[in-house]
């Protein structure tokens, strides 16, 4: 099973940009299907984005659409998320997940498809 640490989360005001990393360790990600995900206070967690194996396939959540990217470098076994125009509700503790399972478009939100998480990195975006 691989092991996750995400790392680059912190404090930012409107408009900031960030960029989460979460390297992976025990396993090779090549053979991974990688996702984000999020979890404000008082909410359930939810997704955020997703990326296949080879990086050409992505999704995302509408509320981060055009404003995330995820990308994935294999030989450093790293997934990345670039958070640019943040806003105050993208205020969470953001999980970088994996799973061995090639997911089709329809699973690829479902927590429940993943079986590998990080400890979370905490993301504050001041108004």
């Known amino acids: 099973q691989v092991q996750l640490v995400e790392s680059g989360g912190g404090l930012v005001q409107t408009g900031d940009s960030l960029r989460l990393s979460c390297a992976a360790s025990?396993?090779?990600?090549?053979?991974?299907?990688m996702g984000w995900f999020r979890q404000a206070p008082g909410k359930e967690r939810e997704f955020v984005a997703y990326i296949g194996r080879s990086g050409a396939t992505t999704s995302y959540a509408d509320s981060v659409k055009g404003r995330f990217t995820i990308s994935r470098d294999n030989a450093k076994n790293t997934v990345y998320l670039q958070m640019d125009s943040l806003n105050p509700e993208d205020t969470a503790v953001y999980y970088c997940?994996?799973?061995?399972?090639?997911?089709?478009?329809?699973?690829?939100?479902?927590?429940?498809?993943?079986?590998?998480w990080g400890q979370g990195t905490q993301v504050t975006v001041s108004s």
């Open positions: 025990g396993r090779t990600i090549y053979s991974y299907d």
């Open positions: 997940a994996s799973t061995p399972t090639i997911l089709q478009s329809p699973f690829r939100p479902d927590m429940g498809r993943y079986n590998s």
